[in-house]
């Protein structure tokens, strides 16, 4: 193995020129695959924040009595996945307005009669924060008696998470559409090199050379290059992330979200994904040399 | 007339190689004996090259069969195709040597491929290269080489490996008088310690300097099976 390793090392520094070509491209297709997964990554962890948030008010009907306002909040906690449910009165949500929106107070206080209907801040358990089970919920608790309406920005949840959802299929899509085409340029760099010294293959074989011989040099290249240039990408795309989320972690750090990069064994899968590639590309344009 | 030797350690039965619609060979019977040192001859076109071809399974017969060391060679498998050329050390009119590698890696390529030791194959390596004169050239690229050294060198390859049969292509074509007595010299050697050597050649003046058998083609059939 040592002898065929010397082969394939001594093979890429002759042929430099095109191992740097097939480098490069292998390092920019991880570049970009990868970045969108990162994206998704982050995009994910951002979804959740927001779920996390997630809080349903429930109106309740003018004038409910106080003796329904304690059934509505007994009714309410005792619903599965619901955490908590902290009633505000019409008085507390007016104080709560006026104070988001102070230079409007004066139009508030001249108000005869306070709009607002007394409600219920419903806090939500984690199982209940996906699209469907929100909406499940909602009807549930728009069927009660005392309630009014039932608002959590359903829409705006449900755009969102379709967005996610979107971003992932094309993400699929396009990783797909890359790996393809990486496997396919590193094929072709190896049938160029393998075109080249097509003379040299010839002889090994006249003077007895297996087909295993010939080939496994050829693989530990491409194994190589794939290896390499996906530790090339991964890089780049480090520096990348790291320049970025130090110039924007200190808007986002309100709490919200916190950019992070792949976990080591997700970086580890990346570059055993990308020495596969290699391996892929050099198997294609040999089986169809070496027929 | 066609001898038959119970000896041989090539045998062809009637043998014929087609390219299209054209006959290359036609009808080719002949016994190589072990050890033997024979001929071939003919014009240019005769089909000199494609009977070795034939040999070492550069080309598949039309029809016949071919028997080498007992190998049926209709019947052997792609994968057993490398045994068969390590029984043979082959030499080309144009050396086909390896332009990247050195006179030493060129050599040592053979026994590689057979999986052979990296210490025997430096042992065995240097043995040959002195044996045909070029120790000294070991680093030297086959470029930086005349013809009559390209050629030893591609002598000492065919020879590394200890092949029971060298076949050797129009192996003077292109080298002058005393280079080619250098060449036929070592063949004439590897022939002394029990080598099995065939030469296809049109260089009259080879077959005068030897008593060995000349097979003679013409046009693709054995016109002549004489010793010289």
Known sequence: ?291 | MIQTNSDAIIRLFHIHKRYGKNFALKDVTLDISKNEFLFVTGRSGAGKTTLLKLLYLGEPVSEGQVLIDGMNLSRIGRSRIPLLRRKFGIIFQDYKLIPTKTVYENVALVLEAAGRKPRLIDKKVRSVLRTVGMEDRMGALPQSLSGGEQQRVAVARAAVGDPKIILADEPTGSLDEEAAGVIMDYLDAFHARGTTVIVATHDKNLLQRSTSRVVHLRDGQLWSNESA
């Open chain 1, 1 to 291: 193995m040592k002898r065929f390793f010397k082969r394939a090392i001594n093979d890429i520094k002759e042929y430099r020129f095109l191992t740097a070509i097939t480098v490069v491209t292998i390092a920019l297709s991880i570049l970009i695959a990868s970045a969108f997964a990162l994206f998704f990554v982050n995009a994910g962890d951002l979804l959740t924040q927001w779920q996390k948030g997630i809080r349903m008010m429930v109106y309740l009907k003018p004038n409910t009595s106080e003796a329904a306002r304690l059934d509505t909040k007994f009714r309410l906690q005792s619903i599965a996945g619901v955490q908590n449910a902290i009633y505000i009165s019409k008085e507390e949500a007016m104080d709560r307005l006026k104070g988001q929106m102070p230079h409007h107070s004066a139009l508030l206080e001249n108000l005869k009669e306070n709009p607002l209907p007394d409600a219920f801040e419903v806090t939500l358990q984690a199982a209940a924060r996906d699209s469907a089970e929100l909406q499940f919920l909602s009807e549930r608790i728009q069927n009660l008696t005392a309630v009014e309406e039932v608002e959590y920005g359903q829409q705006w949840i449900q755009r969102f998470t379709n967005i996610i959802n979107l971003f992932s299929i094309a993400g699929y899509g396009i990783g797909a559409l890359f790996f393809m085409a990486t496997v396919f340029i590193v094929a072709n760099t190896i049938r160029l090199v393998l075109y080249s010294r097509r003379d040299e293959i010839e002889i090994m074989r006249l003077v007895g050379a297996t087909d295993r011989f010939i080939k496994i040099p050829f693989y530990l290249e491409g194994m190589i290059q794939g290896g390499l240039g996906t530790l090339i990408g991964l890089a780049v795309l480090y520096v990348g992330y790291f320049s970025l989320s130090s110039h924007f972690q200190p808007s986002l750090a309100s709490g919200l979200l916190t950019l992070r990069f792949f976990p080591a064994t997700i970086c580890l899968l990346i570059v055993v994904s990308g020495t596969l590639v290699g391996w892929l590309g050099c198997w294609i344009s040999l089986k169809q040399f070496l027929k």
